[in-house]
């Protein structure tokens, strides 16, 4: 079984700021947190990865809880390609990755 | 980035025959590449991993002699269905780990196969 929980599904409007959250805990202090997304009929596309510390690239930014129990992908602006299933994972880095059901992110205009 | 190359993207072909399928890590080294399966609306489920030089470890329940596994190199993976059937249609979507970096998997763009 998946070792995070997401929501189902998130709604945002084009624009705003995409807040999708996940919980861990039960995260080992040796795993990292991974998002992915898929986009329909796509390979999933890795978006970000963090240990403790809060992490920001071009696509998104991370937020990790002190505790690590938890986690928020922040898409600053989003856009209608954002419309996406978004995977929350926990990983060591040497092991399989399992997927959960993800959260399906629907941006309107 | 890293870059993973699936081929083909999709294949239609009549029950019976036997389809392969290329994974190719174009820009780093992969000593192990992962194949997964997914139904539609559902979620990817792990099929085996696939390891350079050795043997592929598969999941609970993935027939081996059905799915054939081949890693001959540190770029390359093939995992052909042999004898496909109606049932094994689905997208089939494979990963790799660069080797020297303790990083994210990267993921080919998928293969749609649709069984006659």
């Known amino acids: 079984d998946a070792k995070t929980t997401q929501p189902t599904s998130m709604d945002c409007a084009e624009g705003r700021a995409a807040n999708l959250p996940c919980n861990h805990s039960?995260?080992?202090?040796?795993?990292?947190v991974y998002w992915y997304r898929q986009i329909h009929s796509q390979g999933p596309q890795y978006i970000i990865h963090g240990l403790k510390n809060n992490e920001t690239n071009e696509m998104a930014s991370l937020i990790i809880t002190e505790d690590r129990k938890s986690s928020t992908l922040i898409l600053p602006h989003a856009t209608l390609r954002d419309t996406a299933v978004y995977y929350c994972i926990v990983d060591s880095g040497y092991s399989t990755l399992t997927f959960g059901k993800g959260t399906m992110l629907l941006v309107s205009p | 980035g890293a870059v993973v190359s699936q081929h083909p993207s999709r294949v239609i072909c009549k029950s019976g025959t036997s389809v392969k399928i290329e994974c190719r890590s174009l820009?780093?080294?992969?000593?192990?590449m992962f194949w997964y399966r997914q139904f539609p609306k559902k979620s990817l489920m792990l099929m085996a991993t696939s390891n350079e030089g050795s043997k592929a470890t598969y999941e609970q329940g993935v027939e081996k002699d059905k799915f054939l596994i081949n890693h001959a190199s540190l770029t390359l993976s093939t995992l052909t269905v042999t004898s496909a059937h109606p049932e094994d249609s689905s997208f089939y979507i494979c990963?790799?780990?660069?080797?020297?970096?303790?990083?994210?998997?990267?993921f080919g763009d998928g293969t749609r196969l649709s069984i006659l």
């Open positions: 820009d780093f080294q992969a000593t192990t």
């Open positions: 990963s790799a780990r660069d080797n020297s970096a303790r990083g994210p998997q990267h």
């Open positions: 039960t995260i080992s202090g040796n795993e990292y």
